[in-house]
């Protein structure tokens, strides 16, 4: 949700000259073999190698499905077919052919392998069981050129999946597993190794961290042209970042916080191909805000690249010196999902009679596929038919003036 953040002049001034700045740094150890975690409110740091594993299950709920790959290991992930009948017969020849599939870089619900063919990405759901059934044969192409097919079994209360190596001109045998969700219940996501066939501990607890520093792929064109890997910081899906130019003093007036999980991203700082070092833009600020309203500021001050993965930083808690105004006053949602005739029901509670009210819908590829204006101020329960959309999965935008929302919804 975004908000506008009014600052008086005594704000202002308590901004530079009476909040504590506090320094922080991490370190991602040479050829950035670590992801840091770390925690703003007391600079905790957790640290945990970046090839320990390969694939990640979302775990917070029996509802929030979402399987993720290692950028930072530098996996590929592609679909390879959407028939299971290939299973024996996949080759790796052929991967000119296979649909090269990526971590989402702004959701973290949205993982590489969810944005397959089917419509859960790697399976489809079964109204009778109300389990999610594989369809779809993914492989795994690491950074050493080796291969591992993967095929995601079922999915009730955890995850089942079946993998196999290719040895160079075969593949090996079969290995079944399951993950289950009721495993590491702090955290948001279980990890698991398929180099290792063992699971694995790659995050710290839900409430022990705010962002972490990774290497992940981005669009690096914004067309979907290129996709690059990078090296920079996340955020946690409970907070919401806004990013502020400050070369020209500490204007906090129209600051506007995102959900977008890369807000703080890798653009704070620049190769210098003169010095062969990194210049880091000090006057961009970042404002991170919790659910409490609590807000910290950061800005980064060094950058070492890969000989250290050294990175150092100033953040302090600004809450006191800033005044959240909740400019939209919108509560909305979403039934039924998944929607098993494509047609939805917006329902929102808008209290401004003068913010315009809008829904677009996009694919996971990131185009839009439907938009239209809804009703102004009050509350409202709005039809929508989307029997013309393909079934599968897409990201629901509702805006409603300044406020922006998202909510991943399954057409059957």
């Keep these: 949700m975004k908000k506008r953040i009014l600052l008086s002049a005594m704000?202002?001034?308590?901004?530079?000259?009476?909040?504590?700045?506090?320094?922080?740094?991490?370190?991602?150890?040479?050829?950035?073999?670590?992801?840091?975690?770390?925690k703003l409110s007391n600079q905790a740091t957790n640290s945990y190698p970046s090839s320990s594993?390969?694939?990640?299950?979302?775990?917070?709920?029996?509802?929030?499905?979402?399987?993720?790959?290692?950028?930072?290991?530098?996996?590929?992930?592609?679909?390879?077919?959407?028939?299971?009948?290939?299973?024996?017969?996949?080759?790796?020849?052929q991967e000119a052919t296979w649909t090269h599939l990526y971590n989402s870089e702004t959701a973290w619900e949205t993982g590489s392998f969810d944005s397959g063919s089917a419509t859960y990405g790697w399976g489809e759901y079964n109204s009778v069981t109300h389990h999610v059934y594989g369809t779809v044969i993914f492989v795994l192409k690491y950074a050493d050129a080796t291969y591992k097919k993967l095929r995601i079994d079922d999915f009730w209360g955890g995850y089942t999946f079946t993998y196999s190596s290719w040895d160079g001109t075969a593949w090996s045998a079969d290995t079944t597993t399951t993950v289950a969700n009721s495993t590491n219940t702090t955290q948001l996501y279980n990890y698991f190794s398929l180099q290792d066939n063992a699971a694995v501990v790659a995050e710290p607890a839900s409430t022990d961290w705010d962002f972490v520093f990774t290497k992940y792929l981005t669009d690096i064109m914004g067309d979907g042209s290129m996709m690059y890997s990078v090296t920079g910081a996340l955020h946690h899906k409970d907070?919401?970042?806004?990013?502020?130019?400050?070369?020209?003093?500490?204007?906090?007036?129209?600051?506007?916080?995102?959900?977008?999980?890369?807000?703080?991203?890798?653009?704070?700082?620049?190769?210098?191909?003169?010095?062969?070092?990194?210049?880091?833009?000090?006057?961009?600020?970042?404002?991170?805000?919790?659910?409490?309203?609590?807000?910290?500021?950061?800005?980064?001050?060094?950058?070492?690249?890969?000989?250290?993965?050294?990175?150092?930083?100033?953040?302090?808690?600004?809450?006191?010196?800033?005044?959240?105004?909740?400019?939209?006053?919108?509560?909305?949602?979403?039934f039924p999902?998944?929607?098993?005739?494509?047609?939805?029901?917006i329902v929102y509670d808008a209290a401004s009679s003068t913010a315009k009210n809008s829904i677009n819908i996009y694919n996971l590829n990131g185009s839009k596929v439907y938009a239209s204006e809804l009703a102004s101020a009050g509350f409202n329960n709005t039809s929508v038919d989307l029997t013309s959309l393909s079934s599968g999965v897409y990201v629901l935008e509702f805006v409603s003036g300044d406020f922006k929302e998202v909510k991943k919804i399954v057409l059957q």
């Design 11 to 38: 704000g202002l001034l308590g901004l530079t000259m009476s909040a504590q700045s506090v320094p922080g740094s991490v370190a991602m150890g040479a050829g950035y073999a670590n992801q840091v975690y770390y």
């Design 53 to 93: 594993w390969d694939i990640a299950f979302n775990r917070q709920s029996a509802f929030d499905i979402g399987i993720r790959s290692n950028d930072h290991k530098g996996i590929s992930v592609f679909e390879a077919s959407a028939d299971l009948n290939d299973w024996a017969t996949i080759d790796v020849t």
């Design 239 to 334: 907070i919401q970042v806004a990013q502020n130019d400050e070369a020209n003093g500490t204007d906090t007036s129209a600051l506007e916080y995102s959900a977008d999980i890369n807000t703080i991203g890798y653009d704070w700082k620049t190769f210098n191909m003169g010095t062969f070092t990194y210049d880091v833009n000090s006057d961009m600020a970042f404002y991170v805000k919790y659910l409490n309203g609590t807000v910290y500021r950061l800005v980064f001050n060094t950058f070492e690249g890969s000989s250290t993965g050294v990175i150092t930083f100033n953040s302090e808690d600004v809450t006191d010196q800033l005044s959240t105004v909740d400019q939209t006053a919108v509560t909305f949602g979403v």
């Design 337 to 345: 999902n998944p929607s098993r005739d494509k047609k939805i029901n």
